[in-house]
């Protein structure tokens, strides 16, 4: 896994990219929108092509549309909402038979909704709203409260108890999921009688520089409450490597949970350190759910019978770390 | 003394001979003369367009001719580009162009390639002792070590002048170089430019004051149309006759006959005071020419500006016909009640100058020229059409920007701003700065015109002559207060000059 | 406020004669400013806010911050401005990261990322000098190509397991004060000297102050302004190289608040003195406001939204306060 080719991954990388900006998967029927072409048309967008779920989401959604003979549009938002929106509801014009939402939140795609709904196009997304949604024929997620349950239980047997633990939240609003199961850690935290650190879920402003916030905030606290941390429960990855480097220089013991198992968390975790458990999210097999519900309307038209499903995750501790495949290298 | 000195330099430290350049077809300069002799100052006349800028821009390397000769004493030369003409000591100063304000006096002095250095690094104090030595040829007491920024603009053109020194300048161009400068700081500024003419440095010196002309330099060349058509000694000439020779035609043209002021008062002002304006009261009537004097700070350009509403002041009342305004009513209020300002900075305060004529007039009549908020296209063209008609303002159509107009085209096109509003009292501060004297005329005759459809014009003049010449009746400041009035037909400059000094006349 | 309640006395005339720091330490609110926070900070929590630690902490925290704003006091001098400073930085960390990964040892790894800084400016310097952009578009320009050039080194990933000795660059410690803090003071006195003292320096501010006055006094003010952009651009590949090696791991966006901030410290800097120009004495004042109002913010619990707030209010309160200061003069 170490071996790789920097530069020749670079290349490979950029020629996917051309791929999907070219706007076809160069699936079997080759062109994009004929009248009388009777293939199976399907819109897939996100807005988090840009993450490494994103993009194994793009490389992966392209191949399954390859294997079963869609003919996809894959359109890629950039976190940008005023760009991307525009983009899926003309393609929603022009005809499909279905849409694929990864990993954007309803919250964020109203008009893509509306537009759907008036061409009576279903709308098939994976991670994209954590509680039941009508605008989604469906949509399957993680279960939230899993995540939360799972990470805190890793921290309440590390520390003997939860009861008089001092225990910092990190969490970033504007992501439904992490602001979600912060909250349920934040309330789990609090029902099993631990000192929540700052008194509050503490924020991070930006994702991109979720790592070095992370790791400012808890340097920070820990000058001002020496020994005052036995536990950082974070939303993400990213911002709890960050805290946890911040306490192994701080040289405290506290311990660190995240989420999302990336491969740099996996190895965190392996190494013994402050970072103490993460949570891997079956991406791949949420994947392979909602294109068997893609295929099925293909065939003859059923939608799902339920439209929200929230899948269990596994906990992942030094114990299994080295079984899991990190979610940045899915693809 | 210059006089002997010139005597001396027989052959001229920079010559021009039958220099022609064009553009667009159109010739800027067609066969112009320039002789310059080492130790005497040359002031270059001519109105806007007479191709004195052209001129310089060629002997600068700016402009390559398209024909004639440039001999730098006695030896002829080729100015590839403003660098070369640089080193071949001729050096020209623009006002705004002088310095550098973000670096210290002596960096300023010795910039660039004549900063003393070793191995890249600054030695500071060859630098410092080396910019003295320049700034004590000027006599100059400037501290070395101030940002240039931090100067008042007279030391600032010290400093550009001990540059010139330094690059070992020994043809100045000095392009109206007084233009923001204080009466005293020009005195000082002469001083310095006699006591360099002294040392044998050639001075082109670029003016529209006359009397500062006079006052300076030992010969005058007169430029018109292109080509230089008088070059004699200052002694033997009078302005008048510069005058007459700039524009073809005697100065006594220049000012229109005066009108008849009604007896209705316009606007009566009362116990103003204000920053520096003190109890400041008079009335100015319907047709009048109103014009306002005083040195420079003595609260002239203030009193206009309180009046426009664009200044605060302390006390008092202003009263425009009938109605009173409100105390600092501001600029808006100010101009509905009928009073009107023309800046003196017309090109920071006056007009947009990358904006069209049209657009610049329809700005300043917005509510005229549109009907529930939106803006009627014909409107503005049947506006623009009838000021420039009335003002006669030479442009190619009313959709050329404002900047690529002449200076006197650029002050019609405020006037015209301004006269679409019909105003009954039109503020100016000093009308004429930076124009030709051809379109000066046109301006005075402007004014006069709008006199006798009752326009009440209160106009502010540094220039005595002008102030006599085109009002009716003259109000002199000094340190605030009007220190005396008069009549201008019976007025003459020594009156107004011991007013302006605060000098009681009996 | 002490130098405009003096009387100047007969014998000292009016030209201000006052030694270079009492000149900068009156000058503007900006001073003042970072002292009240830092006073405010230690009344707040003194048995926290200037330990060693704590200093320590704060020092390290904005090490990196300081690089990236000394670069864009470089360009600020000569009158632009380089949005792409930020993006530029995360790319060498990036391709220094890469290249560690794929075997390059690690010096090698650095110099070819400091050439990529290096190449940026250069490309950034061109377009503004040469081919006549405005900074605005150009280095927006770039920022973004530069970005996108990130996410492809990267591919979209963190890289991380770096070599021990490179993150040591980030993380080591010298007589128990972080790496970076010598290496952000290091090249801050290099950057101060090379502004005062040398001729290039002194012809970035001629350039930065009036184009037109400095091209006819032979300064080239292409060359100028193409070799403050590279230099730049070199420096804050310096910053995103340490930035990896502190957190031990690149990605294509980390560091982009650098930007912003680093815009916003030489504005601070800019009001430190009296001429408004940017300076690098000012610069490093406006890093340590912004880096004591994190810290103390953070060690005062406040939730980083406010304190986003606060920030931008600490500045619009410095920047007011100098300039009321410049028109009372």
Redesign the interface.
């Known amino acids: 896994m ?1 071996r ?4 020749g ?2 290349v490979a ?2 020629a996917v ?1 051309t791929t999907v900006l070219a706007g076809c998967g160069s699936g079997d029927s080759g062109g994009s929108g004929g009248g009388g072409d009777d293939s199976f048309k399907v819109i897939a967008f996100t807005s988090g ?4 779920i ?2 194994w989401w793009v490389k992966a959604v392209t191949q399954t549309a390859k294997d079963n003979g869609w003919d996809l549009k894959m359109i890629q938002g950039d976190f940008d909402f005023q760009k991307m929106n525009p983009q899926v509801e003309s393609a929603i014009g022009q005809g499909a038979d279905a849409i694929f939402d990864g990993y954007t939140d309803v919250a964020s795609i109203g008009s893509i909704v509306t537009a759907a709904k008036d061409a009576d196009i279903p709308i098939f997304a994976m991670d994209s709203a954590t509680k039941p949604s009508d605008a989604f024929a469906v949509n399957i997620t993680t279960d939230q409260q899993a995540i939360a349950d799972g990470t805190l239980k890793e921290i309440e047997t590390s520390l003997g108890t939860l009861q008089g633990k001092n225990v910092m939240v990190i969490g970033h609003d504007p992501h439904p999921g992490i602001r979600l199961r912060s909250e349920l850690a934040l309330e789990d935290l609090k029902a099993a009688g631990a000192n929540i650190a ?3 879920v ?5 994702p ?2 979720g ?3 992370a ?3 808890v ?3 820990l ?2 409450h020496p020994n005052g941390l036995d536990a950082v429960w974070v939303g993400w990855d ?1 911002a709890a ?2 805290a946890s ?1 911040a306490i192994t ?1 701080a040289g405290s013991t506290a311990k660190v949970t995240g989420c999302d198992a ?3 968390a996996l ?1 965190q975790i392996q190494s013994g350190g402050a970072f103490l458990a993460t949570v891997n999210q079956p991406w791949p097999e949420i994947l392979d759910t909602v294109t068997q519900d893609l295929t099925t309307f293909q065939k003859d038209g059923t939608l799902p019978s339920e439209n929200f499903q929230a899948v269990d995750v596994t906990v992942v501790d030094a114990a299994n770390a080295s079984t899991i495949t990190p979610s ?1 290298k899915l693809g | 003394m210059s006089t002997a000195f010139a005597a001396t330099g027989t052959v001229p430290a920079l010559e021009a001979v039958g220099i022609s350049k064009h553009f667009d077809g159109v010739f800027a300069l067609n066969g112009a003369q320039l002789s310059v002799r080492p130790g005497e100052i040359h002031a270059l006349l001519g109105e806007n367009g007479a191709g004195k800028s052209t001129l310089v821009k060629v002997l600068t390397g700016v402009h390559t001719p398209d024909s004639g000769r440039i001999l730098r004493s006695g030896e002829e030369v080729e100015f590839a580009n ?2 070369v003409a ?1 080193h071949a000591g001729i050096v020209a100063l623009y006002q705004e ?7 210290s006096v002596a ?1 300023n002095i010795l ?5 003393p ?1 070793r191995g ?3 030695q ?1 104090s060859r630098l410092r002792r080396r910019a003295q030595e320049q700034l004590d040829k000027l006599h100059q007491k400037i ?1 070395l070590r ?2 240039a ?2 100067l008042s603009p007279v030391q600032q053109t010290m400093v550009s002048f001990a ?1 010139a020194l330094a690059n070992d300048a020994q043809v100045l161009i000095l392009d109206e170089p007084t233009a923001s400068l204080t009466d005293t700081e020009i005195t000082e500024l002469f001083a310095v430019l006699r006591s360099l003419r002294a040392s044998g440095v050639a001075i082109v010196y670029v003016s529209h004051r006359l009397e500062e002309v006079f006052e300076l330099c030992d010969r005058i060349t007169i430029m018109r149309n292109g080509e230089t058509v008088l070059t004699k000694d200052v002694a033997d000439s009078t302005i008048d006759e510069v005058i007459s020779t700039m524009v073809g035609r005697s100065p006594g043209e220049l000012f229109p006959d005066r009108g008849t002021a009604t007896s209705t008062v316009a606007l009566t002002v009362e116990g103003l005071s204000g920053r520096r304006v003190q109890d400041v009261s008079f009335t100015a009537h319907r047709g009048e020419v109103l014009g306002i004097g005083g040195l420079a700070g003595s609260g002239r350009s203030e009193l206009l500006r309180i009046l426009a509403g664009a200044q605060k002041h302390v006390s008092g009342t202003i009263t425009v016909g009938e109605t009173r305004l409100p105390h600092s009513a501001g600029v808006a209020r100010t101009l509905d009640a009928g009073m009107a300002l023309v800046p003196e900075e017309r090109r920071s305060q006056g007009v947009i100058l990358s904006a069209t004529i049209q657009d610049n007039i329809a700005l300043a009549n917005i509510a005229t020229v549109s009907a529930l908020g939106m803006v009627s296209g014909g409107r503005i063209a049947d506006i623009t059409r009838r000021g420039m008609a009335d003002l006669q303002v030479k442009a190619r159509s009313p959709h050329q920007p404002v900047g690529e107009l002449s200076g006197g085209n650029q002050q019609k096109v405020v006037l015209a701003k301004m006269l679409a509003r019909n105003p009954a009292v039109l503020l100016m501060d000093e009308p004429t700065r930076g124009i030709d004297v051809g379109t000066k005329a046109e301006i005075y005759r402007l004014i006069r015109r709008l006199a006798a459809t009752g326009t009440t014009v209160i106009a502010v003049s540094s220039e005595l002559p002008e102030l006599i010449g085109m009002s009716d009746r003259v109000l002199i400041m000094h340190e605030g207060r009007i220190s005396g009035e008069a009549r201008s037909e019976d007025a003459d400059e020594e009156l107004l000059l011991a007013y302006c000094y605060g000098k009681a006349v009996s | 406020m002490t130098t405009t309640t003096t009387p100047p006395t007969a014998a000292e005339v009016p ?2 004669k006052r030694t270079s720091i009492g000149k900068f330490l009156v000058q503007g609110g900006t001073t003042i400013a970072l002292i009240a926070l830092v006073l405010f900070f230690f009344a707040m ?1 003194p048995d ?1 806010f200037l ?1 060693f ?2 200093v320590r ?1 704060i020092l390290f ?1 904005v090490s990196i911050l300081a690089i990236i704003s000394g670069a864009q006091t470089l360009v600020m001098v000569v009158g632009d401005f380089d949005l792409s400073l930020a993006a530029t930085s995360s790319l060498a960390g990036s391709v220094a990261a ?2 560690m ?2 075997g390059t040892s690690t010096l090698p790894a650095i110099l070819v990322a400091l050439v990529v800084g290096l190449g940026v400016g250069l490309a950034n310097g061109f377009l503004v000098a040469y081919v006549g952009l405005s900074a605005f578009v150009a280095t927006l320009a770039t920022m973004t190509s530069v970005t996108g050039l990130a ?3 990267t ?4 890289l ?2 770096l070599p021990a000795g490179f993150d040591s660059l980030g ?1 080591g410690r010298v007589l128990n004060i972080p790496v970076p803090v010598y290496i952000a003071i290091g090249l801050s006195v290099v950057l101060w000297g090379l502004l005062r ?4 320096g ?2 970035w ?2 350039i ?3 184009v ?8 080239n003010v292409q060359r100028g302004r193409l070799l403050a952009f590279t230099a730049a651009g070199l420096i804050s590949a310096v910053g995103g190289i340490l ?1 990896a090696a502190r ?3 690149a ?7 650098n930007l912003l901030f680093s815009v916003a410290a030489v504005f601070l800097g800019m009001t430190v003195i ?2 408004g ?1 940017a300076n690098l004495v000012g610069t490093m004042v406006g890093v340590a406001i912004i880096g004591v109002m ?2 103390g913010l ?4 406040v ?3 406010v304190q ?1 707030v606060v920030t931008g209010l600490i500045i619009i309160a410095a920047v007011t306060l100098s300039s009321v200061r410049t028109r009372e003069r």
């Open positions: 170490r790789r080719n920097g530069w991954a670079t990388a950029a990219l092509n840009q993450t490494p994103g993009a700052g008194g509050d503490q924020k991070v402003k930006s991109a520089t790592r070095t916030e790791l400012a905030l340097t920070d606290y000058s001002a990213d490597l960050g480097q220089e990336t491969s740099e190895a940045d | 403003v660098r640089h162009l002088s310095i550098i304000p973000t670096i960096e910039l660039g390639e004549q900063t250095s890249g690094v600054v500071w501290p101030q940002l920024g931090e540059r | 030209v201000q929590r926290v330990t630690t704590n902490n925290q890469s290249l990964l794929d996410y492809l080194v591919e979209g990933t963190t991380f397991d993380q003292f040398t001729t290039t002194r012809k501010y001629a930065g102050g009036n037109e006055v400095s091209r006819l006094s032979g300064i930035l957190l031990g791991s990605s294509a966006v980390q560091g982009s608040d009296r001429s120009r994190s810290n953070n060690i005062l619990g939730n980083s939204y986003q």
